[in-house]
Protein backbone atom coordinates (compact mmCIF):
# COMPACT_ATOMS: atom_id res chain seq x y z
CA UNK A 1 0.00 0.00 0.00
CA UNK A 2 2.89 2.21 0.45
CA UNK A 3 4.24 2.22 -3.15
CA UNK A 4 0.52 2.77 -3.85
CA UNK A 5 0.46 5.98 -1.62
CA UNK A 6 3.45 6.62 -3.29
CA UNK A 7 2.63 7.17 -6.67
CA UNK A 8 -0.72 8.25 -5.74
CA UNK A 9 1.32 11.60 -4.44
CA UNK A 10 3.83 11.62 -7.56
CA UNK A 11 1.36 12.28 -9.89
CA UNK A 12 -1.12 14.51 -7.73
CA UNK A 13 2.34 16.89 -7.08
CA UNK A 14 2.60 16.78 -11.28
CA UNK A 15 -0.70 17.11 -12.15
CA UNK A 16 -2.60 19.23 -9.03
CA UNK A 17 -5.84 17.20 -10.34
CA UNK A 18 -7.11 14.19 -7.79
CA UNK A 19 -8.93 13.11 -11.10
CA UNK A 20 -6.26 12.97 -13.20
CA UNK A 21 -4.25 10.77 -10.49
CA UNK A 22 -7.54 8.71 -10.30
CA UNK A 23 -7.76 7.91 -13.46
CA UNK A 24 -3.75 7.20 -14.04
CA UNK A 25 -4.75 4.73 -11.09
CA UNK A 26 -6.79 3.13 -12.93
CA UNK A 27 -5.16 2.58 -16.06
CA UNK A 28 -1.62 1.13 -14.17
CA UNK A 29 -3.38 -0.95 -11.69
CA UNK A 30 -6.57 -2.00 -12.49
CA UNK A 31 -8.38 -1.72 -8.96
CA UNK A 32 -10.86 0.57 -7.44
CA UNK A 33 -8.83 3.81 -6.73
CA UNK A 34 -9.42 5.78 -3.23
CA UNK A 35 -10.81 9.31 -3.04
CA UNK A 36 -10.06 12.31 -3.79
CA UNK A 37 -10.01 12.97 -0.46
CA UNK A 38 -7.42 11.03 1.02
CA UNK A 39 -5.24 11.48 -2.15
CA UNK A 40 -4.76 15.05 -0.88
CA UNK A 41 -4.62 14.25 2.67
CA UNK A 42 -1.72 11.94 1.95
CA UNK A 43 0.22 14.65 -0.39
CA UNK A 44 -0.08 17.12 1.87
CA UNK A 45 1.37 14.50 4.91
CA UNK A 46 4.31 14.10 2.48
CA UNK A 47 5.00 18.16 2.42
CA UNK A 48 4.80 17.82 5.98
CA UNK A 49 6.61 14.51 6.81
CA UNK A 50 8.44 13.67 3.88
CA UNK A 51 6.77 10.42 3.94
CA UNK A 52 3.47 9.31 2.46
CA UNK A 53 3.48 6.34 5.73
CA UNK A 54 1.47 6.60 9.12
CA UNK A 55 4.64 7.58 10.84
CA UNK A 56 7.13 10.13 9.36
CA UNK A 57 10.70 9.06 8.23
CA UNK A 58 13.97 10.73 9.34
CA UNK A 59 17.18 10.97 7.53
CA UNK A 60 20.57 11.31 8.86
CA UNK A 61 22.78 14.38 7.49
CA UNK A 62 24.40 13.19 3.83
CA UNK A 63 25.90 15.21 0.52
CA UNK A 64 23.80 15.69 -2.22
CA UNK A 65 26.38 18.07 -3.65
CA UNK A 66 29.98 17.92 -2.52
CA UNK A 67 32.84 20.31 -3.17
CA UNK A 68 35.41 18.81 -5.29
CA UNK A 69 38.52 17.84 -3.83
CA UNK A 70 40.59 20.48 -5.56
CA UNK A 71 39.62 23.88 -7.22
CA UNK A 72 40.75 27.38 -8.03
CA UNK A 73 39.84 30.34 -9.84
CA UNK A 74 41.69 32.71 -12.46
CA UNK A 75 43.87 35.65 -10.67
CA UNK A 76 42.21 38.57 -12.15
CA UNK A 77 38.45 36.99 -11.36
CA UNK A 78 36.22 39.38 -9.52
CA UNK A 79 32.97 36.70 -8.15
CA UNK A 80 33.61 33.68 -6.77
CA UNK A 81 31.21 31.00 -5.77
CA UNK A 82 31.11 28.08 -3.77
CA UNK A 83 28.10 25.72 -3.19
CA UNK A 84 27.39 22.60 -1.48
CA UNK A 85 23.94 20.64 -0.99
CA UNK A 86 23.29 18.05 1.99
CA UNK A 87 19.92 15.79 2.72
CA UNK A 88 18.40 16.13 6.30
CA UNK A 89 15.54 15.27 8.27
CA UNK A 90 15.03 17.03 10.63
CA UNK A 91 16.84 19.49 9.20
CA UNK A 92 20.22 20.33 9.75
CA UNK A 93 22.41 23.62 9.79
CA UNK A 94 25.31 24.49 7.30
CA UNK A 95 28.46 26.39 8.19
CA UNK A 96 31.36 27.55 5.96
CA UNK A 97 35.08 27.69 7.07
CA UNK A 98 38.24 28.53 5.39
CA UNK A 99 41.86 27.73 6.31
CA UNK A 100 38.95 25.91 9.17
CA UNK A 101 38.26 29.52 10.37
CA UNK A 102 34.23 29.76 11.09
CA UNK A 103 33.27 32.51 8.05
CA UNK A 104 29.55 32.90 10.11
CA UNK A 105 30.76 36.75 11.22
CA UNK A 106 32.69 37.86 8.14
CA UNK A 107 32.34 40.84 6.67
CA UNK A 108 34.18 39.58 2.76
CA UNK A 109 32.36 35.80 2.67
CA UNK A 110 28.30 35.70 2.20
CA UNK A 111 26.58 32.95 2.04
CA UNK A 112 23.34 32.27 1.80
CA UNK A 113 20.95 29.52 2.58
CA UNK A 114 18.03 27.84 1.16
CA UNK A 115 15.51 24.75 1.81
CA UNK A 116 14.50 22.37 -0.04
CA UNK A 117 11.17 19.87 -0.02
CA UNK A 118 11.36 16.43 -0.15
CA UNK A 119 12.00 15.44 -3.71
CA UNK A 120 10.37 11.84 -4.53
CA UNK A 121 11.82 12.15 -7.78
CA UNK A 122 15.58 12.02 -6.67
CA UNK A 123 14.60 9.93 -3.57
CA UNK A 124 15.32 12.48 -1.20
CA UNK A 125 13.52 13.94 1.78
CA UNK A 126 13.92 17.70 3.07
CA UNK A 127 17.40 19.11 2.04
CA UNK A 128 19.26 22.04 3.14
CA UNK A 129 22.20 24.19 0.30
CA UNK A 130 24.43 26.96 0.63
CA UNK A 131 26.10 29.06 -1.75
CA UNK A 132 29.56 31.08 -0.24
CA UNK A 133 30.09 34.48 -2.21
CA UNK A 134 33.05 36.86 -2.35
CA UNK A 135 34.83 39.42 -4.00
CA UNK A 136 38.49 38.42 -4.94
CA UNK A 137 39.11 42.05 -5.09
CA UNK A 138 38.67 42.69 -1.04
CA UNK A 139 41.92 40.15 -0.51
CA UNK A 140 45.36 39.50 -0.89
CA UNK A 141 45.72 37.81 -3.98
CA UNK A 142 48.60 35.53 -2.04
CA UNK A 143 46.34 34.94 0.71
CA UNK A 144 44.65 31.92 -1.41
CA UNK A 145 48.04 29.82 -1.80
CA UNK A 146 47.10 26.91 -0.62
CA UNK A 147 43.90 27.76 1.33
CA UNK A 148 40.96 25.34 2.05
CA UNK A 149 37.11 25.68 2.06
CA UNK A 150 35.04 23.57 3.76
CA UNK A 151 30.96 23.05 3.92
CA UNK A 152 30.29 21.51 7.06
CA UNK A 153 26.61 20.48 8.49
CA UNK A 154 25.17 20.15 11.69
CA UNK A 155 24.07 16.92 12.79
CA UNK A 156 20.45 15.85 13.40
CA UNK A 157 18.47 13.08 16.11
CA UNK A 158 19.56 10.19 14.28
CA UNK A 159 23.11 11.46 13.00
CA UNK A 160 26.14 13.59 13.09
CA UNK A 161 27.10 16.19 10.78
CA UNK A 162 28.92 15.58 7.37
CA UNK A 163 31.69 17.80 6.07
CA UNK A 164 32.91 18.24 2.45
CA UNK A 165 36.72 20.20 2.24
CA UNK A 166 38.23 21.57 -0.86
CA UNK A 167 41.85 22.59 -1.66
CA UNK A 168 41.50 26.33 -3.32
CA UNK A 169 44.39 28.07 -5.20
CA UNK A 170 44.30 31.05 -7.18
CA UNK A 171 45.18 30.42 -10.72
CA UNK A 172 47.54 32.09 -13.11
CA UNK A 173 50.22 31.68 -15.92
CA UNK A 174 53.80 31.33 -15.83
CA UNK A 175 55.37 33.94 -14.53
CA UNK A 176 58.98 34.73 -12.58
CA UNK A 177 61.03 32.36 -15.04
CA UNK A 178 64.64 32.06 -14.02
CA UNK A 179 67.05 29.73 -15.98
CA UNK A 180 70.26 28.50 -13.50
CA UNK A 181 72.33 30.39 -16.19
CA UNK A 182 71.66 33.81 -18.36
CA UNK A 183 75.45 33.33 -20.38
CA UNK A 184 77.94 30.21 -20.61
CA UNK A 185 81.39 30.34 -22.24
CA UNK A 186 82.21 26.54 -22.41
CA UNK A 187 85.51 25.09 -24.22
CA UNK A 188 84.84 22.35 -26.71
CA UNK A 189 85.33 18.92 -25.39
CA UNK A 190 84.34 20.49 -21.67
CA UNK A 191 80.93 18.73 -20.21
CA UNK A 192 78.60 21.42 -19.57
CA UNK A 193 76.41 21.21 -16.04
CA UNK A 194 72.69 20.67 -16.10
CA UNK A 195 70.56 23.54 -16.39
CA UNK A 196 67.40 24.36 -14.76
CA UNK A 197 64.62 26.30 -15.94
CA UNK A 198 61.84 27.11 -13.06
CA UNK A 199 58.90 29.61 -12.74
CA UNK A 200 55.94 30.14 -10.75
CA UNK A 201 52.53 29.27 -11.97
CA UNK A 202 49.03 27.25 -11.07
CA UNK A 203 48.07 24.68 -12.43
CA UNK A 204 51.51 23.22 -12.29
CA UNK A 205 53.14 24.11 -16.14
CA UNK A 206 54.76 21.91 -18.26
CA UNK A 207 58.26 22.68 -19.49
CA UNK A 208 60.53 22.19 -23.08
CA UNK A 209 63.61 23.74 -24.41
CA UNK A 210 64.04 24.59 -27.86
CA UNK A 211 67.22 25.30 -30.12
CA UNK A 212 66.30 27.28 -33.48
CA UNK A 213 62.15 26.38 -32.89
CA UNK A 214 63.02 22.64 -32.54
CA UNK A 215 62.11 21.02 -29.35
CA UNK A 216 65.46 19.10 -27.85
CA UNK A 217 64.01 18.05 -24.27
CA UNK A 218 61.04 18.17 -22.05
CA UNK A 219 60.87 19.24 -18.47
CA UNK A 220 62.63 21.62 -16.03
CA UNK A 221 66.14 20.25 -16.42
CA UNK A 222 68.27 20.10 -19.58
CA UNK A 223 71.19 17.86 -18.91
CA UNK A 224 74.42 17.76 -21.55
CA UNK A 225 75.36 14.02 -21.86
CA UNK A 226 78.71 14.45 -23.73
CA UNK A 227 81.43 16.83 -24.02
CA UNK A 228 80.13 20.23 -26.44
CA UNK A 229 81.58 20.70 -29.84
CA UNK A 230 81.07 23.45 -31.64
CA UNK A 231 78.17 22.77 -33.17
CA UNK A 232 76.22 22.99 -29.85
CA UNK A 233 76.60 26.61 -29.17
CA UNK A 234 73.76 28.60 -29.64
CA UNK A 235 70.72 29.94 -28.08
CA UNK A 236 68.46 27.47 -26.06
CA UNK A 237 65.36 28.97 -24.91
CA UNK A 238 63.25 27.45 -22.23
CA UNK A 239 59.53 27.49 -22.60
CA UNK A 240 57.24 26.97 -19.44
CA UNK A 241 53.47 26.50 -20.30
CA UNK A 242 49.95 25.89 -18.38
CA UNK A 243 46.44 26.44 -19.45
CA UNK A 244 46.19 30.05 -18.96
CA UNK A 245 49.29 31.21 -20.77
CA UNK A 246 52.94 30.56 -21.60
CA UNK A 247 56.54 32.34 -20.68
CA UNK A 248 60.12 31.82 -21.79
CA UNK A 249 63.17 32.88 -21.12
CA UNK A 250 66.69 32.07 -23.21
CA UNK A 251 70.43 31.25 -21.99
CA UNK A 252 73.11 31.65 -24.88
CA UNK A 253 76.09 29.10 -24.82
CA UNK A 254 79.06 30.17 -26.84
CA UNK A 255 81.40 27.37 -27.36
CA UNK A 256 85.25 28.42 -27.59
CA UNK A 257 87.45 26.63 -29.91
CA UNK A 258 90.62 27.55 -31.90
CA UNK A 259 90.65 28.27 -34.67
CA UNK A 260 90.38 25.93 -38.12
CA UNK A 261 91.54 27.56 -41.65
CA UNK A 262 91.33 27.17 -45.36
CA UNK A 263 93.39 28.49 -48.13
CA UNK A 264 92.02 29.84 -51.57
CA UNK A 265 93.62 31.02 -54.93
CA UNK A 266 92.67 33.77 -56.84
CA UNK A 267 93.92 35.78 -60.08
CA UNK A 268 94.10 39.93 -60.64
CA UNK A 269 93.33 41.29 -64.11
CA UNK A 270 96.93 42.12 -64.19
CA UNK A 271 98.14 38.75 -63.78
CA UNK A 272 99.09 38.65 -59.95
CA UNK A 273 98.40 35.70 -57.82
CA UNK A 274 96.17 36.38 -54.33
CA UNK A 275 96.51 33.98 -51.43
CA UNK A 276 93.76 34.19 -49.16
CA UNK A 277 93.72 32.27 -45.12
CA UNK A 278 90.22 31.94 -44.08
CA UNK A 279 89.37 31.38 -40.64
CA UNK A 280 86.63 29.93 -38.80
CA UNK A 281 87.45 30.67 -34.79
CA UNK A 282 85.68 31.28 -31.69
CA UNK A 283 86.93 34.24 -30.34
CA UNK A 284 88.06 35.07 -33.48
CA UNK A 285 91.58 34.35 -35.08
CA UNK A 286 93.80 37.51 -33.99
CA UNK A 287 97.09 36.17 -35.75
CA UNK A 288 97.62 34.68 -39.30
CA UNK A 289 101.68 33.35 -39.92
CA UNK A 290 102.26 32.49 -43.88
CA UNK A 291 104.92 30.18 -44.93
CA UNK A 292 106.57 28.55 -48.22
CA UNK A 293 108.26 25.80 -48.43
CA UNK A 294 108.08 25.72 -44.71
CA UNK A 295 109.84 28.82 -44.98
CA UNK A 296 107.94 31.97 -42.70
CA UNK A 297 107.42 34.64 -45.13
CA UNK A 298 104.75 37.04 -43.38
CA UNK A 299 102.99 37.52 -39.64
CA UNK A 300 99.51 39.71 -39.57
CA UNK A 301 98.35 40.28 -36.42
CA UNK A 302 94.62 41.91 -36.55
CA UNK A 303 92.71 43.95 -34.97
CA UNK A 304 89.03 43.33 -36.37
CA UNK A 305 86.61 40.58 -36.23
CA UNK A 306 87.54 39.80 -40.37
CA UNK A 307 88.55 36.29 -40.25
CA UNK A 308 90.94 36.08 -43.21
CA UNK A 309 94.65 37.38 -44.23
CA UNK A 310 95.19 37.76 -48.37
CA UNK A 311 98.88 38.46 -49.61
CA UNK A 312 99.51 39.40 -53.14
CA UNK A 313 102.15 38.08 -55.50
CA UNK A 314 103.58 38.86 -58.97
CA UNK A 315 102.83 36.70 -61.53
CA UNK A 316 106.30 37.92 -63.33
CA UNK A 317 108.33 36.37 -60.49
CA UNK A 318 109.53 32.95 -60.81
CA UNK A 319 110.66 32.35 -57.03
CA UNK A 320 107.07 33.13 -55.71
CA UNK A 321 106.02 29.70 -56.98
CA UNK A 322 105.89 26.79 -54.09
CA UNK A 323 104.00 25.30 -51.57
CA UNK A 324 102.06 28.12 -49.50
CA UNK A 325 100.44 26.86 -45.49
CA UNK A 326 99.07 29.00 -43.50
CA UNK A 327 98.59 28.73 -39.66
CA UNK A 328 95.70 31.08 -37.65
CA UNK A 329 95.56 31.73 -34.34
CA UNK A 330 93.35 33.04 -31.38
CA UNK A 331 93.24 33.08 -27.62
CA UNK A 332 92.89 29.35 -27.28
CA UNK A 333 95.42 27.85 -29.92
CA UNK A 334 96.94 27.49 -33.55
CA UNK A 335 94.88 25.80 -36.37
CA UNK A 336 96.61 23.09 -38.30
CA UNK A 337 98.31 24.35 -40.86
CA UNK A 338 95.75 24.51 -44.41
CA UNK A 339 98.24 24.48 -47.76
CA UNK A 340 98.15 25.80 -51.18
CA UNK A 341 100.95 24.38 -53.81
CA UNK A 342 101.32 27.05 -56.17
CA UNK A 343 103.05 26.11 -59.64
CA UNK A 344 104.31 28.49 -62.54
CA UNK A 345 101.48 29.00 -65.29
CA UNK A 346 102.07 28.61 -69.11
CA UNK A 347 102.11 32.56 -70.22
CA UNK A 348 102.66 35.64 -67.58
CA UNK A 349 100.07 37.13 -69.81
CA UNK A 350 96.92 38.33 -67.46
CA UNK A 351 94.33 37.31 -69.86
CA UNK A 352 95.60 33.78 -70.29
CA UNK A 353 95.75 33.22 -66.81
CA UNK A 354 92.51 34.13 -66.46
CA UNK A 355 92.17 31.29 -68.65
CA UNK A 356 93.36 29.18 -67.01
CA UNK A 357 91.67 29.39 -63.79
CA UNK A 358 89.75 26.45 -63.24
CA UNK A 359 86.33 28.29 -63.50
CA UNK A 360 87.03 30.13 -66.60
CA UNK A 361 88.50 26.89 -68.27
CA UNK A 362 85.55 24.96 -67.81
CA UNK A 363 84.09 28.21 -69.42
CA UNK A 364 85.99 28.65 -72.43
CA UNK A 365 86.06 24.23 -72.61
CA UNK A 366 82.01 24.89 -73.00
CA UNK A 367 82.34 27.40 -75.50
CA UNK A 368 85.07 25.40 -77.48
CA UNK A 369 82.86 22.38 -77.50
CA UNK A 370 79.64 24.53 -78.66
CA UNK A 371 81.73 25.90 -81.35
CA UNK A 372 82.98 22.78 -82.64
CA UNK A 373 79.46 21.01 -82.77
CA UNK A 374 78.24 24.42 -84.50
CA UNK A 375 81.11 23.39 -87.37
CA UNK A 376 79.81 20.13 -87.27
CA UNK A 377 76.49 20.70 -88.18
CA UNK A 378 77.58 23.29 -90.99
CA UNK A 379 79.97 20.89 -92.27
CA UNK A 380 77.47 17.85 -92.89
CA UNK A 381 74.56 20.39 -94.29
CA UNK A 382 77.32 21.55 -96.66
CA UNK A 383 78.21 18.10 -97.68
CA UNK A 384 74.67 17.19 -98.19
CA UNK A 385 73.81 19.99 -100.57
CA UNK A 386 76.44 19.08 -102.47
CA UNK A 387 74.99 15.53 -102.55
CA UNK A 388 71.59 16.14 -103.32
CA UNK A 389 73.22 18.39 -105.87
CA UNK A 390 75.06 15.71 -107.62
CA UNK A 391 72.24 13.64 -107.56
CA UNK A 392 69.32 15.73 -109.77
CA UNK A 393 72.49 16.38 -112.31
CA UNK A 394 73.03 12.60 -112.99
CA UNK A 395 68.82 11.83 -112.88
CA UNK A 396 69.13 14.85 -115.43
CA UNK A 397 71.34 13.21 -117.88
CA UNK A 398 69.94 9.59 -117.36
CA UNK A 399 66.52 10.85 -118.90
CA UNK A 400 67.86 12.88 -121.90
CA UNK A 401 69.63 9.78 -123.04
CA UNK A 402 66.22 7.72 -122.55
CA UNK A 403 64.40 9.95 -124.62
CA UNK A 404 67.56 10.22 -127.68
Known sequence: MAKEKGQYVLWFRESKSANTVIHQFRQF????????????????????????????????????KKLPERGGVLRNTTNVQLS???????????????????????????SKVAHHRPDPRRNLFSSISSVLTWNMS???????????????????????GVSSTMAFRVEYPPENIQISAVRLEVMEGEILDDLVCSASAHPLANYEWRVDGSVVARGPVLSFNSSLSRAMGGNYTCVVMNRHGMARATVSITVLHRPVCEMLKDYTDEGNVVLSCRSSANPSAFNFSWFRNNDSIFSETRESNRQESIIALSGNNPNVYGKYSCIAANEIGASDPCSLDLTA??????WVQ????????????????????????LLTTAVAIVLRRRMKANSKEALQERHQ
Open 354 to 377: LLLQEENLLIVAGISGGIGVLLII
Open 29 to 64: YGPKPTDVKLIKDWYAKFKETGSVCDHPRIAPPSFV
Open 138 to 160: LLPVNSFDYATFTCRSSGNEIGA
Open 84 to 110: CHVECHPLCELEWLRNNESLRDSIVFE
Open 345 to 350: LPSPAG
